[in-house]
């Protein structure tokens, strides 16, 4: 296998990466929270390769992150006043919800699951990419499964090494902890992980429906 190209963050080199998801081949990115690995969501067979490049279980499903809050139209087949409400609050940032999955995404990407993690990071680097391929990214920490979650290129590298075709480097994350998980398709909703959004402030927010 090739070495990974790493390249910087500037226009062209995001370019360069929209290029790369295109034909199918994993790319790493820096996010508000941990750096990413992620693959063209429309595309199952790329998908298939994130799994083998993290050596990520297959039952294991695979988040999905978006350019803007209306994306979710695209990935999910309802989403409740909950969500909304959320991520009227807090995205672009570090919270993912969790919703009913739209019958148009690859089974793989959800483990043959009725529901996917979707996300906003609040980073332009991601976001450029998300925008400039057209359609949401199926990305996750870009780490091997089981492993610290990397928040510098350099950790990138020594853990997924030539595993993958491009690294953008954007410098360390400023966030360095995964996000927040909040299952939005149960009422009440439920957190399914803590991360920089507390408890407290979820529930200040949908106590004011």
Same mark, same amino acid.
């Not at 499903?61 to 959320?86: H, K, M, N, T």
């Not at 360390?172 to 407290?200: E, F, H, N, Q, Y």
């Given at each position: 296998?090739?070495?990974?190209?790493?390249?910087?963050?500037?226009?062209?080199?995001?370019?360069?990466?929209?290029?790369?998801?295109?034909?199918?081949?994993?790319?790493?990115?820096?996010?508000?929270?941990?750096?990413? /690995?992620?693959?063209? +969501?429309?595309?199952?067979?790329?998908?298939? !390769? *994130?799994? %083998?490049?993290? #050596?990520? =279980? $297959?039952?294991?499903?695979?988040?999905?992150?978006?350019?803007?809050?209306?994306?979710?139209?695209?990935?999910?087949?309802?989403?409740?006043?909950?969500?909304?409400?959320?991520?009227?609050?807090?995205?672009?940032?570090?919270?993912?919800?969790?919703?009913?999955?739209?019958?148009?995404?690859?089974?793989?990407?959800?483990?043959?699951?009725?529901? /996917?993690?979707?996300? +906003?990071?609040?980073?332009?680097?991601?976001? !450029? *990419?998300? %925008?400039?391929? #057209?359609? =949401? $990214?199926?990305?996750?920490?870009?780490?091997?499964?089981?492993?610290?979650?990397?928040?510098?290129?350099?950790?990138?590298?020594?853990?997924?090494?030539?595993?993958?075709?491009?690294?953008?480097?954007?410098?360390?994350?400023?966030?360095?902890?995964?996000?927040?998980?909040?299952?939005?398709?149960?009422?009440?909703?439920?957190?399914?992980?803590?991360?920089?959004?507390?408890?407290?402030?979820?529930?200040?927010?949908?106590?004011?429906?």
């Amino acid at each position: 296998m090739n070495e990974t190209k790493r390249l910087g963050i500037d226009p062209a080199d995001i370019a360069e990466a929209v290029d790369v998801l295109n034909h199918g081949c994993i790319v790493a990115f820096p996010t508000d929270t941990v750096y990413g /690995v992620g693959a063209d +969501v429309r595309q199952p067979e790329a998908i298939a !390769a *994130l799994y %083998e490049v993290k #050596g990520r =279980p $297959l039952n294991k499903a695979i988040p999905v992150l978006l350019a803007r809050p209306e994306g979710l139209y695209s990935v999910a087949q309802e989403v409740p006043g909950s969500a909304w409400r959320l991520a009227e609050q807090f995205w672009p940032g570090a919270l993912t919800l969790v919703v009913h999955c739209a019958p148009s995404l690859p089974p793989i990407l959800t483990a043959g699951g009725s529901t /996917v993690a979707v996300r +906003v990071p609040d980073h332009p680097v991601v976001r !450029a *990419l998300i %925008e400039g391929l #057209g359609a =949401p $990214l199926a990305a996750t920490s870009a780490n091997i499964s089981g492993w610290p979650s990397p928040v510098t290129a350099d950790d990138v590298l020594t853990q997924l090494g030539v595993r993958i075709a491009l690294l953008l480097d954007g410098g360390p994350c400023a966030g360095g902890k995964p996000s927040t998980v909040v299952d939005v398709t149960v009422t009440p909703v439920r957190i399914l992980r803590l991360g920089p959004i507390t408890a407290d402030q979820i529930r200040t927010v949908l106590s004011t429906m």
